[in-house]
């Protein structure tokens, strides 16, 4: 039973445009969540967090909005630079559960020049 | 320092074989993670450390021992591995195990021969 679901395993964007990466949860015990970043033969990176008391958290090019009725997030990459090409993954964790974070199966990010 | 670092950082040995991984962070953190990642998977957590105190097992098999000598460090000794245990072991930091960012070290890419 997948709990974190990332429905599109690829995205294609031009340059400057905007990325719009999903992700879909079904445990309405998750109450915070996060996006990383992946190259290849490397760990994760932190990119962006938010709480389930928020809807929308912003950092630089990078806002991740929460919809809880949904179940529903996403990351708005915003402009699209060509070094964002990587494997994002969203996680959720509950505060019930600590420690323990649900990925998502990643969605590959292509941004052309 | 933001830094998780992890040793060695490949890893090839027999079934029979006796190694270990080790990771280290400085940042002060008091929770200390295992994750195994397959190819175009997501990472899987394996065990969570909180202060120093063993707190989630996702039913890992024995063969995988963990151990958390100080806050800083974590090892996990591996021992008659199977071929099926190849992956990229990633080990994290967090400040806490009580919702907050989870930062991942490079990882250690393991092949069971």
């Known amino acids: 039973d997948q709990q974190v679901k990332q429905n599109s395993p690829s995205l294609s964007v031009q340059e400057g445009r905007i990325s719009i990466l999903n992700c879909d949860y079904t445990n309405s015990m998750f109450d915070y969540f996060l996006w990383y970043k992946k190259y290849p033969a490397e760990g994760p990176t932190f990119l962006i967090s938010?709480?389930?008391?928020?809807d929308k958290n912003e950092d630089g090019r990078f806002t991740v909005f929460l919809n809880k009725s949904a179940k529903h997030l996403s990351l708005h990459i915003v402009p699209s630079q060509p070094g964002d090409s990587a494997v994002y993954f969203c996680a959720a964790g509950s505060s019930s559960n600590t420690g323990k974070l649900i990925f998502g199966q990643g969605t590959t990010l292509q941004v052309k020049p | 320092d933001t830094e998780v670092t992890q040793t060695p950082k490949h890893l090839v040995m027999g079934m029979t074989n006796k190694k270990s991984l080790k990771c280290e962070q400085h940042?002060?953190?008091?929770?200390m993670y295992w994750y195994k990642q397959k190819a175009k998977k997501p990472p899987e957590l394996m065990f969570v450390?909180?202060?120093?105190?063993?707190?989630i097992n996702e039913s890992v098999p024995s063969r995988f021992s963990p151990e958390c000598p100080n806050s800083s460090l974590l090892n996990l000794h591996l021992h008659a591995l199977q071929p099926e245990d190849s992956a990229l072991y990633l080990c994290?930091?967090?400040?806490?195990?009580?919702?907050?960012?989870?930062?991942f070290g490079p990882g250690t890419r393991l092949t069971v021969l």
């Open positions: 994290a930091s967090s400040q806490s195990s009580r919702r907050t960012e989870q930062f």
């Open positions: 940042m002060g953190h008091r929770a």
């Open positions: 938010i709480s389930s008391i928020k």
């Open positions: 450390y909180s202060y120093e105190k063993l707190s």
